[in-house]
């Protein structure tokens, strides 16, 4: 049995927590948090203990799953636990990549443990998808799509106005532009070509509602490049009919090969009920990965690009081979 | 520069020959045939030997790619070379599969090389999707379309039959049976019900149409079970109109997460406008990935389970870290 550890314990983590406990070949053997764990309850049977405990680098665990977020604890966490454990995260600050990616290999390859970083969908599925692609049709080009899906980080951004109660963003693919890419058209598409974004706001009584769309529509970087509609909704409906964390996408890679330019379209895409969930289950396959690896004696930072697909399966390659091939 | 050796030159040989030429990394060093060498003329520029030479040992190839039949060339074939040479192929009878990975493992392990075996799309990429879609949403269950497009076998099937000149039979899925899947229904689909079998048929001057449509709807295996439409055509319309060899297909996983059921569909779809070139660019990068790995003093039969991606591109892993992640 593969012994892991989450630190963290919001959506992520308990969706770490639900695909652990789906694994027959792992056990969860502790949840820890910056919190005080009495005033943590959690979902599977597992104590619920103190990062204190994890500083001492004494825990019995195969490796850590950690679940922060990307601004500000994984840069400090991950390189942090990877001198003591093998430790996953989906660090997904695209432009900080590099310098995670460092951090972390300085300290799992001194521990002798293995540091993956950057796991999840996208960054991670979308990410390989992109990579085969590429390296099977050099003459190409990929397209990422995002949505229908809920943005925390846009949702958050709206909250943060002065009136707004509460808020749901969802990012939504331009069908023409997916039409187009799909027919193999090759376009250029702007940022606003690509995607629209959709708020339902919830705000304060005598609120001044034109204020708050004129700040939203016009928010640099998180709106400002976008066509943006905003609908003010009741507490009750934001609850009723947004409270999920729906979203997907699709990579969409069209190139060619042979002397006459035969043309090809490799389309990747996720239609996922629950965001948070299908992270967590993606890091805890990784996760079996890491500890596999380090227990053959790998060390070091990895990518999903580093790690074998068969790594990720509890199936022997007899079976796999037999069944999956 | 990976010095690549192409065994076979058929339609799969002429597609690696593209994407090796069109891969910077790569030097196409000969092409092998059992034909007269003289009697093959090949669109690059590189000598056209007899196999005989291959069997000598001495050919100075990182990489031999063999392009031979599944069902007699391939059994043969690999074991064969890969006590010579690193050797990837395409061997895709299903079934055997296992046999062949034996055959395949004890030659290259004793000398020293890598054999690759089952590369493509199917098996290949359509494999590699089954099992990441598995390893992360083990409560699920995958589905596998392939068309609109030509099958080969069906139509050499077609070709035998008495009084048929020429025939191209294309497989196609059913749009119902993919919208009900791609909807998370997860139905139990028959063979009737996934696929039927378009068949487009040249027959001999006064041949019995009636008789030929008959023979191919009840053929054992290859059509009885499917919904098959036969139409008779001229030998010009077989030459304008299908002369191509398209193919594609998808794999979809709809599976679940977490304790309230969430429910997510993954879904990679190949659109091809050539399926030997577009095999031939599979095979392409796995044979960089077999050479690279052969360098590092990895040996034994392996599949495209086996190969971590990164050792399909071409591009550093810091490059890849940086831009694909």
């Not at 958050?156 to 039409?179: C, E, F, M, N, S």
């Not at 997907?248 to 890679?253: L, N, R």
């Not at 990965?289 to 390659?317: C, H, M, Q, W």
Request: proline content about 4%.
């Amino acid at each position: 049995m593969i012994k892991v550890g989450i630190l963290g314990y919001g959506n992520l983590g308990r969706g770490v927590e639900a695909a652990v406990t789906l694994s027959e070949d792992m056990e969860l053997v502790a949840i820890y948090t910056r919190r005080n764990p009495s005033t943590v309850s959690v979902k599977s049977n597992v104590p619920v203990k103190s990062t204190e405990e994890l500083d001492t680098g004494k825990e019995d665990i195969d490796v850590l799953v950690i679940c922060g977020g990307s601004a500000t604890d994984l840069p400090e966490m991950t390189p942090k636990y990877a001198k003591l454990y093998n430790v996953i995260d989906s660090f997904d600050t695209h432009a900080r990549i590099p310098e995670h990616f460092k951090n972390v290999d300085d300290a799992s390859q001194k521990a002798g443990k293995i540091g993956l970083i950057s796991c999840g969908w996208d960054p991670g599925m979308f990410s390989l998808n992109r990579l085969y692609a590429t390296a099977i049709l050099p003459k190409g080009e990929a397209y990422t799509f995002w949505g229908k899906g809920v943005s925390q980080g846009h949702s958050d951004a709206i909250r943060r106005i002065d009136g707004v109660i509460d808020a749901r963003q969802y990012t939504v693919p331009v069908k023409d532009a997916l039409d187009r890419v799909r027919a193999g058209e090759n376009p250029e598409l702007s940022t606003r070509e690509k995607h629209t974004r959709e708020c339902y706001v919830v705000v304060e009584e005598g609120a001044d509602k034109a204020r708050i769309e004129k700040e939203i529509k016009e928010m640099p970087n998180y709106f400002a490049d976008y066509d943006t509609t905003v609908n003010f909704i009741s507490e009750e409906e934001l609850k009723k009919n947004h409270s999920g964390l729906p979203h997907g996408g699709s990579v969409i890679y069209t190139g060619e090969t042979g002397f006459e330019g035969n043309k090809h379209v490799i389309e990747y895409s996720l239609k996922l009920d629950s965001n948070p969930e299908f992270t967590g289950a993606v890091l805890t396959a990784y996760a079996r990965a890491v500890a596999r690896l380090n227990s053959e004696g790998v060390k070091g930072a990895k990518t999903v690009f580093d790690i074998a697909p068969a790594y990720l399966s509890p199936i022997s390659s007899d079976e796999l081979r037999a069944h999956f091939l």
